[in-house]
């Protein structure tokens, strides 16, 4: 089968977040299992260009149709450890993607919706006509209702899309400008809420309720998240949407990235180790204390890597380092945040632990000592609110690490507490908790922290029965090809 992806990231030259991961390590799964597989992304100056092999011009003098003139783009291409990779760069004044980061600016919503066009006409122009386009999150939300409603009358009838909903929190709720500039035109027809009208604001248009129109099928991260975004508040407000296209949503896990988050053979560690012998892990916590400025001492080490925002349970975040300390423990932190007042909050807690010799808060994005902290720590807290699907606790599991997690979306499908589950026990793999305050996440924290110094065995063999678990792209792999299979015959 011949596969597009269309995002705004992908591991790891353009990566916020899980979306690039997701599309990076999806893209190689289908690859395996003999799928053409092509990912078109914006072509950003603060890429990781030297992740990219052979960057090179492959289509000049792209000229993408925007309000009543056209923008031209030179299209690049170059291998991203070994995903073929398109990047679009366009040429203007609006300067979309010279910014010097991927996200925040007021003008998003004209970024991506030009991106989706620019993409759409591409393939276009160039004569591709993928059996499957693969679009992520609102960004490219629009591709679907494009492809549809343009694209189809001119040659792209017989390409099926499929829709992934990463994180529904975002959905591209914009003005009628978006349809001015994208040549979709005629608001009357898109306000439709049977279309994209915005089922809260009437005057706005709603791309991901677009995308859940429009696309042959739509999918998020995990099988509880789809359940979520149904029926409760987690859906904001798509609720109904997902609930009038049910026979065509479905809910697939994320798979993680086995050769990328591989601790046998990662080069970003100090000491290379696996199930059957995690002896080697004590080095790696040896080198994370170096490298932070930690004490070395006989202590459980306790981690958090993540965006810092409400989404990830700020308020238990802090908690659980207050408690980790408290208990005996040492506590990693590495996050950074697009909301200034919880980054605020933060550096005062850093600051005002500074001194601690059992605890290191790194605010900021770092891929490499994201690495060592899955490597060197013990424990690793997930305390979201609400969490699609997650990856940091599928990477804890793979590193040896312990997860204590909040039971909400791909966390409640992943790890299943050590003392009460319904799962045997030879399936558990960490401890969960189910409320979001403090007494909660204490209840699955305490117990993580007291079987380390109490039970050092059983805290070994927790730690390697979760590293035994398969949440590899293998079995998501499949399934997102079935999903494709059936659209395409449809
Ligand atoms: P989300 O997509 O909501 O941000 P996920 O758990 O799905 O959360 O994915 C997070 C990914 O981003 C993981 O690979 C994690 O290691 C990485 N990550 C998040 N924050 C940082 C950071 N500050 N430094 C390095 N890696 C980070």
């Given at each position: 089968?011949?596969?597009?992806?269309?995002?705004?990231?992908?591991?790891?030259?353009?990566?916020?977040g899980g979306l690039?991961?997701?599309?990076?390590?999806?893209?190689?799964?289908?690859?395996?299992?003999?799928?053409?597989?092509?990912?078109?992304?914006?072509?950003?100056?603060?890429?990781?260009?030297?992740?990219?092999?052979?960057?090179?011009?492959?289509?000049?003098?792209?000229?993408?149709?925007?309000?009543?003139?056209?923008?031209?783009?030179?299209?690049?291409?170059?291998?991203?450890?070994?995903?073929?990779?398109?990047?679009?760069?366009?040429?203007?004044?609006?300067?979309?993607?010279?910014?010097?980061?991927?996200?925040?600016?007021?003008?998003?919503?004209?970024?991506?919706?030009?991106?989706?066009?620019?993409?759409?006409?591409?393939?276009?122009?160039?004569?591709?006509?993928?059996?499957?386009?693969?679009?992520?999150d609102?960004?490219?939300?629009?591709?679907?209702?494009?492809?549809?409603?343009?694209?189809?009358?001119?040659?792209?009838?017989?390409?099926?899309?499929?829709?992934?909903l990463h994180n529904v929190k975002h959905q591209?709720?914009?003005?009628?400008?978006?349809?001015?500039?994208?040549?979709?035109?005629?608001?009357?027809?898109?306000?439709?809420?049977?279309?994209?009208?915005?089922?809260?604001?009437?005057?706005?248009?709603?791309?991901?309720?677009?995308?859940?129109?429009?696309?042959?099928?739509?999918?998020t991260v995990s099988p509880r998240h789809a359940w979520e975004v149904r029926h409760t508040e987690w859906g904001y407000g798509l609720g109904?949407?997902l609930?009038?296209?049910?026979?065509?949503?479905?809910g697939?896990i994320n798979?993680?990235?086995?050769?990328?988050?591989?601790?046998?053979?990662?080069?970003?560690?100090?000491?290379?180790?696996?199930?059957?012998?995690?002896?080697?892990?004590?080095?790696?916590?040896?080198?994370?204390?170096?490298?932070?400025?930690?004490?070395?001492?006989?202590?459980?080490?306790?981690?958090?890597?993540g965006r810092l925002d409400m989404q990830k349970g700020v308020d238990l975040i802090?908690?659980?380092?207050?408690?980790?300390?408290?208990?005996?423990?040492?506590?990693?932190?590495?996050?950074?945040?697009?909301?200034?007042?919880?980054?605020?909050?933060?550096?005062?807690?850093?600051?005002?632990?500074?001194?601690?010799?059992?605890?290191?808060?790194?605010?900021?994005?770092?891929?490499?000592?994201?690495?060592?902290?899955?490597?060197?720590?013990?424990?690793?807290v997930v305390p979201s609110l609400f969490e699609p699907c997650g990856l940091t606790q599928?990477?804890?599991?793979?590193?040896?690490?312990?997860?204590?997690v909040r039971a909400v979306g791909g966390l409640y499908d992943t790890i299943?507490?050590?003392?009460?589950?319904?799962?045997?026990?030879?399936?558990?793999?960490?401890?969960v908790f189910q409320q979001s305050d403090?007494?909660a996440i204490?209840?699955?924290?305490?117990?993580?922290?007291?079987?380390?110094?109490?039970?050092?065995?059983?805290?070994?063999?927790?730690?390697?029965?979760?590293?035994?678990?398969?949440?590899?792209?293998?079995?998501?792999?499949?399934?997102?090809?079935?999903?494709?299979?059936?659209?395409?015959?449809?």
């Open positions: 089968m011949y596969i597009v992806m269309l995002a705004s990231e992908c591991a790891p030259v353009a990566k916020a690039g991961d997701v599309v990076f390590g999806l893209g190689r799964e289908l690859e395996i299992r003999g799928n053409s597989v092509e990912i078109i992304l914006p072509k950003y100056d603060c890429m990781r260009y030297d992740h990219i092999w052979g960057l090179q011009v492959c289509f000049e003098n792209l000229s993408v149709p925007w309000f009543d003139h056209h923008i031209p783009c030179t299209v690049w291409f170059g291998f991203v450890h070994g995903r073929k990779c398109f990047f679009i760069e366009p040429h203007s004044s609006d300067n979309f993607f010279n910014r010097g980061a991927f996200y925040g600016f007021p003008d998003e919503h004209m970024r991506f919706a030009f991106f989706s066009r620019a993409a759409l006409e591409y393939m276009l122009q160039s004569g591709k006509r993928p059996d499957i386009i693969h679009t992520h609102w960004q490219t939300a629009l591709v679907p209702v494009m492809l549809y409603e343009i694209y189809q009358r001119h040659g792209m009838g017989n390409c099926r899309v499929c829709h992934t591209g709720i914009a003005g009628d400008n978006v349809l001015a500039a994208t040549g979709l035109g005629r608001p009357e027809w898109f306000h439709d809420r049977e279309r994209m009208g915005d089922d809260f604001d009437s005057t706005a248009i709603n791309f991901t309720k677009g995308a859940i129109v429009y696309s042959n099928f739509v999918t109904h949407a609930h009038v296209y049910q026979q065509k949503f479905g697939i798979g993680l990235d086995y050769d990328m988050w591989n601790p046998a053979t990662d080069p970003a560690i100090p000491a290379h180790y696996s199930a059957d012998s995690m002896t080697a892990k004590q080095e790696n916590s040896l080198a994370l204390r170096q490298r932070l400025f930690l004490r070395q001492e006989n202590k459980p080490i306790v981690a958090y890597v802090r908690h659980a380092l207050y408690r980790s300390l408290h208990l005996g423990a040492q506590f990693v932190l590495l996050g950074s945040g697009s909301e200034p007042g919880i980054n605020a909050e933060f550096w005062r807690i850093k600051h005002e632990l500074n001194d601690n010799p059992d605890c290191h808060l790194e605010i900021g994005y770092d891929e490499e000592l994201a690495h060592l902290i899955y490597a060197g720590t013990d424990i690793l599928m990477i804890a599991l793979r590193y040896g690490a312990v997860p204590v299943f507490d050590r003392d009460h589950s319904e799962r045997p026990p030879e399936q558990r793999n960490g401890y403090h007494l204490e209840s699955a924290l305490d117990r993580a922290i007291d079987l380390w110094f109490e039970h050092p065995e059983d805290f070994a063999e927790l730690a390697a029965q979760g590293m035994r678990c398969d949440y590899s792209w293998n079995q998501p792999g499949a399934d997102y090809l079935n999903i494709y299979e059936l659209i395409r015959h449809k």
